[in-house]
């Protein structure tokens, strides 16, 4: 008898001593999701928003932290490079409102309408832009038409001049100056005020952001796409580029052959857009697996993966008064000037106007800033999850001018930033970093993904009684290409009672070596028997 049919012998006796009843019932494969700070919008939200925001998602139903998340990436990118906050008293470090967020949630989700609901106010901006630039340019053709006859006519003479016999040197010089002076004075074509993009090349945004130095949003519906674009061969500055617009407060020179040099006042950039949990998962393993992690993740810090609400029906019509009031704090604080508004003005040490922290906030953001670093980032024992937590130097100053400059314009009352701002910023950064704990935890699943994927492979009979790891490696299923990947599956499997696997072959001379054989539980194999 050959040695596979010992073995197919001995894991048949094997099977059969094995009955229904032998077996515990078979478990989910899944690891629960790691808690979250539930959206409390009484605490997070100026009173400005806080009403459109909620209407919003109960309307859909959504929830309601994916609205927050972007409305606060918006109003940060209206606010841009014009003002920043100074979040020490002494140093000259500053730091500009842009924000880089995400939702991440199933495809039932309701990413892209939430995403949709929550720029709606910023695409009324974009409308009322382009508008304005439609009418500018209309300005600009007629002015055009004028000048350009004009320079003809001034050319015609000087060409006359040129040709005359006469002693016309003292002409031909007041002509020549004449046209010099009509070139300066003529018609600039107008610029129009660019708030977002959905898909542009660097060499392209560089441009948009040349001329729109206040900054820019890259909305993605889908946002791994926009992160693996920075993987492609030949993209590689495009990922450097981004992060360089992450900060939002220096210039950046780009010189492409083609397009020549490119002086950008201010590079920065926000990001926002949806992901799958299971696409983010791939990305994170990425990221803890690359040897030149660069924090490009981590500079999503309004990242959110909330609990989905409950369904229910909803048919009424929406808060129109709450979402005026929304759109009224874009159109302000896309007007407003902020050294009338209480900034100081930009200096040699300084290159933005700038607000700073009113006496009880200081206090807030430095007691934050101990807790921080003395207390949560040394005892933090995941480095990814460190590294997260340490961009939130930036985010606490950020969402406090935010949720001040909201206030102000709602209130008229200006000046420096409050202590009820930085008790909401703090608020943020608490609600945040739980979700940032529960997109890292998709990571350290033990072999979870694979094991997901293994059990679908078994329910659709992909797989036999007496199949063994090799069997399911060869097949070069997706997450199961590894031979840690393929144990940990089976491992998974083997503990919810999937799976048991039997030690065969190697009892004497010419059994062969011993190897572990897996059979199906009968539950599972009858369920997915045809017929």
Same mark, same amino acid.
């Given at each position: 008898?050959?040695?596979?049919?010992?073995?197919?012998?001995?894991?048949?006796?094997?099977?059969?001593?094995? %009955? &229904?009843?032998?077996? @515990?019932?078979?478990?989910?494969?899944? $690891?629960?999701?790691?808690?979250?700070? #539930?959206?409390? +919008?009484?605490?997070?939200?100026?009173?400005?928003?806080?009403?459109?925001?909620?209407?919003?998602?109960?309307?859909?139903?959504?929830?309601?932290?994916?609205?927050?998340?972007?409305?606060?990436?918006?109003?940060?990118?209206?606010?841009?490079?014009?003002?920043?906050?100074?979040?020490?008293?002494?140093?000259?470090?500053?730091?500009?409102?842009?924000?880089?967020?995400?939702?991440?949630?199933?495809?039932?989700?309701?990413?892209?309408?939430?995403?949709?609901?929550?720029?709606?106010?910023?695409?009324?901006?974009?409308?009322?832009?382009?508008?304005?630039?439609?009418?500018?340019?209309?300005?600009?053709?007629?002015?055009?038409?004028?000048?350009?006859?004009?320079?003809?006519?001034?050319?015609?003479?000087?060409?006359?001049?040129?040709?005359?016999?006469?002693? %016309? &040197?003292?002409?031909? @010089?007041?002509?020549?100056?004449?046209? $010099?002076?009509?070139?300066?004075?003529? #018609?600039?074509? +107008?610029?129009?005020?660019?708030?977002?993009?959905?898909?542009?090349?660097?060499?392209?945004?560089?441009?948009?952001?040349?001329?729109?130095?206040?900054?820019?949003?890259?909305?993605?519906?889908?946002?791994?796409?926009?992160?693996?674009?920075?993987?492609?061969?030949?993209?590689?500055?495009?990922?450097?580029?981004?992060?360089?617009?992450?900060?939002?407060?220096?210039?950046?020179?780009?010189?492409?052959?083609?397009?020549?040099?490119?002086?950008?006042?201010?590079?920065?950039?926000?990001?926002?857009?949806?992901?799958?949990?299971?696409?983010?998962?791939?990305?994170?393993?990425?990221?803890?697996?690359?040897?030149?992690?660069?924090?490009?993740?981590?500079?999503?810090?309004?990242?959110?993966?909330?609990?989905?609400?409950?369904?229910?029906?909803?048919?009424?019509?929406?808060?129109?008064?709450?979402?005026?009031?929304?759109?009224?704090?874009?159109?302000?604080?896309?007007?407003?000037?902020?050294?009338?508004?209480?900034?100081?003005?930009?200096?040699?040490?300084?290159?933005?106007?700038?607000?700073?922290?009113?006496?009880?906030?200081?206090?807030?953001?430095?007691?934050?800033?101990?807790?921080?670093?003395?207390?949560?980032?040394?005892?933090?024992?995941?480095?990814?999850?460190?590294?997260?937590?340490?961009?939130?130097?930036?985010?606490?100053?950020?969402?406090?001018?935010?949720?001040?400059?909201?206030?102000?314009?709602?209130?008229?009352?200006?000046?420096?930033?409050?202590?009820?701002?930085?008790?909401?910023?703090?608020?943020?950064?608490?609600?945040?970093?739980?979700?940032?704990?529960?997109?890292?935890?998709?990571?350290?699943?033990?072999?979870?993904?694979?094991?997901?994927?293994?059990?679908?492979?078994?329910?659709?009979?992909?797989?036999?009684?007496?199949?063994?790891?090799?069997?399911?490696?060869?097949?070069?299923?997706?997450?199961?290409?590894?031979?840690?990947?393929?144990?940990?599956?089976?491992?998974?499997?083997?503990?919810?009672?999937?799976?048991?696997?039997?030690?065969?072959?190697?009892?004497?001379?010419?059994?062969?070596?011993?190897?572990?054989?897996?059979?199906?539980?009968?539950?599972?194999?009858?369920?997915?028997?045809?017929?």
């Amino acid at each position: 008898m050959s040695k596979s049919a010992r073995a197919e012998d001995q894991l048949h006796d094997y099977a059969a001593k094995i %009955g &229904a009843a032998d077996w @515990e019932p078979p478990q989910p494969i899944q $690891a629960p999701l790691r808690p979250v700070a #539930p959206f409390d +919008p009484d605490v997070l939200l100026p009173d400005a928003l806080r009403d459109f925001v909620m209407d919003e998602a109960s309307r859909m139903p959504c929830c309601p932290d994916f609205i927050a998340v972007g409305v606060m990436v918006a109003i940060g990118t209206v606010i841009g490079t014009r003002c920043a906050i100074k979040p020490k008293e002494r140093d000259d470090w500053l730091v500009v409102a842009n924000l880089w967020g995400g939702i991440v949630g199933l495809p039932s989700a309701k990413k892209s309408p939430a995403i949709s609901a929550a720029l709606r106010p910023l695409d009324r901006l974009i409308g009322q832009a382009m508008e304005g630039f439609k009418a500018e340019m209309e300005e600009f053709e007629a002015s055009k038409t004028v000048f350009e006859a004009r320079k003809e006519a001034l050319e015609r003479r000087i060409k006359i001049a040129a040709r005359s016999n006469g002693p %016309g &040197a003292e002409e031909l @010089e007041r002509l020549a100056g004449e046209l $010099a002076e009509h070139q300066r004075a003529g #018609p600039r074509a +107008p610029i129009c005020r660019r708030y977002k993009t959905n898909d542009s090349t660097i060499e392209k945004l560089g441009e948009l952001l040349r001329e729109n130095p206040i900054g820019l949003l890259t909305l993605r519906d889908e946002l791994v796409g926009l992160l693996a674009s920075w993987e492609r061969e030949g993209h590689e500055s495009d990922r450097a580029f981004f992060l360089e617009g992450w900060n939002g407060n220096a210039p950046f020179n780009t010189d492409r052959i083609g397009r020549g040099s490119i002086f950008i006042p201010n590079l920065c950039l926000s990001i926002f857009g949806g992901i799958q949990p299971d696409k983010l998962t791939v990305y994170l393993e990425q990221t803890a697996n690359a040897l030149a992690n660069d924090g490009m993740l981590q500079r999503l810090q309004l990242l959110v993966y909330p609990d989905p609400p409950p369904w229910e029906y909803s048919d009424r019509f929406p808060n129109k008064s709450a979402r005026e009031r929304t759109c009224a704090v874009f159109e302000a604080l896309a007007k407003f000037d902020p050294v009338s508004c209480g900034a100081s003005p930009a200096d040699d040490f300084a290159r933005f106007p700038y607000f700073s922290f009113g006496q009880e906030a200081q206090e807030i953001f430095i007691e934050w800033s101990a807790d921080l670093h003395q207390q949560r980032l040394p005892a933090e024992d995941h480095p990814i999850i460190a590294q997260h937590l340490t961009k939130f130097d930036k985010l606490f100053p950020a969402l406090a001018l935010i949720l001040h400059l909201v206030d102000c314009t709602t209130t008229g009352v200006w000046g420096s930033v409050s202590k009820k701002a930085a008790l909401r910023a703090a608020a943020w950064c608490e609600y945040l970093e739980s979700h940032a704990r529960r997109c890292y935890g998709l990571l350290m699943d033990d072999g979870l993904r694979s094991a997901i994927a293994l059990a679908e492979k078994v329910r659709q009979g992909k797989l036999q009684d007496g199949f063994t790891a090799r069997d399911v490696r060869r097949n070069q299923w997706r997450y199961l290409t590894t031979e840690e990947g393929v144990q940990a599956a089976l491992d998974w499997l083997e503990d919810n009672y999937w799976l048991r696997a039997q030690e065969v072959g190697g009892t004497g001379p010419g059994t062969g070596r011993r190897t572990f054989r897996y059979v199906i539980h009968p539950r599972i194999k009858s369920a997915c028997a045809p017929g």
